[in-house]
C-alpha cells in the first residue's frame, strides 16, 4: 500500500515533464516568428500566422475526443510514449522546414500527436489517486504546462543566439530521449479487478457516447469548459505580441515576460486552487465548483486591463492576475467531470471537452490574427472579459453535483 501511494506521486512526476514538452514544443512557435520569417517571408502576415497557429487546434481539437476514446480502452502508458515520441519527431524535423507549407503540415501532424497525450495522462492521474488528493494532483500536472509554456517564450531568445533551426532541433532531441525514458518507469493503472487491460474497454464505443451526450450535466460541463477556453488560449497564441505591441519592446523580451508572468502566476494558482478544492470538497460538494468560480472571477478585470494597459506594471500585474485564476479553473476541470462521469467513460469525456476548448481557440486564434492586422489587438483581448462572466454564471447556477462518480 505504501508503495503503491509513493508510486501515484511518481506518475504525476513522470508526466509533469511531458505536459512541460507538450506545451513548449507548440508555444515556441509563437515567439520565434520574427526569426523565422526572415527565411520564411509568408510568416511576416499575421492572418497567415494566425493560420499557422489554427491548424494546430483545429486538427488538435478533432483528435481530441478520438483521443478520449482510445485512452479509455487501450493501454494508456504505450499512448503516452507514442505521442511524445511522435510531436518530439515533428518538432525536430520543423527545424528543417524552409517553406510556409512545410510548417503547416507539420503544425497539423503535431496537433494529432498531442491531442493523444491529454485525455490519456489526466485520466491516468485520476485513476491512481482519491478524491483527497486529485486536484492537486491535477494541479502539480497541470503547472508541468505552464512552465513548457514559459520556457516555449525563451524560443526567440534561445533563436536570437543561435538559430530557429537549432531551437527545433535540440528540443525535439529532448523529447525523444525522455519518450524511451518514459517507456521504462511509466505504469498503467491496472482494473479493480487486477486485470492488466482496462474494464472500459468491454464498453462498445456507441454506449459509451451516448451515455455521455444523454447526461445533460455533461452538456453544462462541455459549455463552461469551453467559453473560458477563449481567453485561455488567447494569452497562449497572441499575448506575446500584445506585450510588445503595447509596451513597444522587442518579441526577444515581449516572449519571456509575458509567458513567464502567465506560467509563474498559473504555477501558483493551480497549487493554491487544488488544495483548497480538495480541502473544500470534503465539506461541501461543490467545493471544487466554488474554487473554480472563484478563479474564473479573477480573469475577467484581467482581461480588460491586460487589453488597455500601456504600463509594464498594469500589464504584467494583470497577466498575473489571469494566470493565477486560470490556474485555479485548470486545476478542478477533471476533478468536477470526475462527479459527474464515471472512471469508465473519463477519458472520453475529457477528450470532448477538449475538443470544444479548442475549437473555441481555433476561433479566437483566427479572430485575433485579423485585429492584430486591424491594430485592435487590445481591445479584442479586453471584449474577451464578457464571455467569462457568461460562463461564471452558468457554472454556478447549473453544476450542482450530487456525488463522485467513481469509487475512490
Not at 528540443?171 to 492488466?196: N, R, T
Not at 445533460?216 to 469548459?225: A, C, D, K, N, V
Request: a positive charge; aromatic letters at 14%.
Amino acid at each position: 500500500m505504501k508503495r503503491e501511494k509513493t508510486y501515484q506521486w511518481v506518475v504525476v512526476g513522470l508526466l509533469w515533464f511531458v505536459a512541460l514538452l507538450n506545451y513548449m514544443d507548440r508555444q515556441m512557435l509563437a515567439t520565434m516568428k520574427p526569426s523565422m520569417q526572415v527565411d520564411i517571408a509568408d510568416l511576416q502576415s499575421a492572418t497567415n500566422f494566425g493560420y499557422l497557429m489554427a491548424i494546430f487546434l483545429w486538427i488538435y481539437g478533432c483528435m481530441s475526443p478520438v483521443s478520449g476514446i482510445i485512452a479509455d480502452r487501450f493501454n494508456r502508458k504505450w499512448l503516452i510514449v507514442s505521442s511524445l515520441f511522435i510531436w518530439s519527431a515533428v518538432t525536430f524535423t520543423m527545424g528543417y522546414a524552409t517553406s510556409f507549407n512545410q510548417l503547416y503540415i507539420l503544425r497539423a501532424i503535431m496537433g494529432i500527436s498531442e491531442a493523444l497525450y491529454i485525455p490519456a495522462g489526466l485520466s491516468l492521474i485520476a485513476d491512481y489517486h482519491s478524491s483527497a488528493t486529485r486536484s492537486l494532483a491535477v494541479g502539480i500536472h497541470m503547472t508541468g504546462l505552464y512552465v513548457g509554456q514559459a520556457l516555449g517564450g525563451f524560443g526567440a531568445t534561445i533563436a536570437a543566439t543561435y538559430s530557429w533551426h537549432t531551437t527545433f532541433h535540440f528540443f525535439g532531441f529532448v523529447g525523444i530521449s525522455y519518450s524511451l525514458i518514459l517507456l521504462l518507469f511509466l505504469k498503467e493503472k491496472k482494473s479493480y479487478d487486477g486485470d492488466d487491460m482496462l474494464q472500459s474497454e468491454r464498453i462498445p464505443v456507441t454506449k459509451t457516447l451516448s451515455l455521455l451526450l444523454s447526461n445533460i450535466s455533461f452538456w453544462i460541463i462541455l459549455l463552461y469548459f469551453a467559453i473560458p477556453s477563449i481567453p485561455g488560449w488567447a494569452t497562449k497564441n497572441w499575448l506575446p505580441t500584445l506585450f510588445a505591441s503595447n509596451l513597444a519592446i522587442g518579441m526577444s523580451k515581449a516572449g519571456p515576460i509575458s509567458t513567464i508572468t502567465i506560467a509563474v502566476s498559473s504555477f501558483i494558482g493551480v497549487l493554491f486552487g487544488g488544495l483548497l478544492s480538495d480541502k473544500w470538497v470534503q465539506k461541501n460538494i461543490r467545493g471544487r465548483i466554488y474554487t473554480s468560480a472563484i478563479g474564473l472571477g479573477l480573469t475577467i478585470p484581467s482581461l480588460l486591463l491586460i487589453g488597455f494597459g500601456h504600463s509594464l506594471f498594469h500589464v504584467v500585474a494583470a497577466a498575473f492576475c489571469f494566470g493565477f485564476g486560470y490556474g485555479m479553473f485548470d486545476a478542478n476541470n477533471m476533478p468536477i467531470l470526475c462527479q459527474f462521469v464515471n472512471n469508465k467513460s473519463r477519458a472520453t469525456a475529457y477528450g470532448l471537452m477538449n475538443m470544444t476548448g479548442v475549437f473555441a481557440g481555433a476561433f479566437i486564434t483566427n479572430v485575433l490574427g485579423k485585429s492584430t492586422d486591424a491594430g485592435n489587438l487590445g481591445k479584442g483581448f479586453a471584449m474577451l472579459a464578457v464571455i467569462v462572466i457568461v460562463a461564471l454564471i452558468i457554472q454556478l447556477k447549473f453544476l450542482r453535483p450530487e456525488k463522485n462518480m467513481q469509487p475512490d
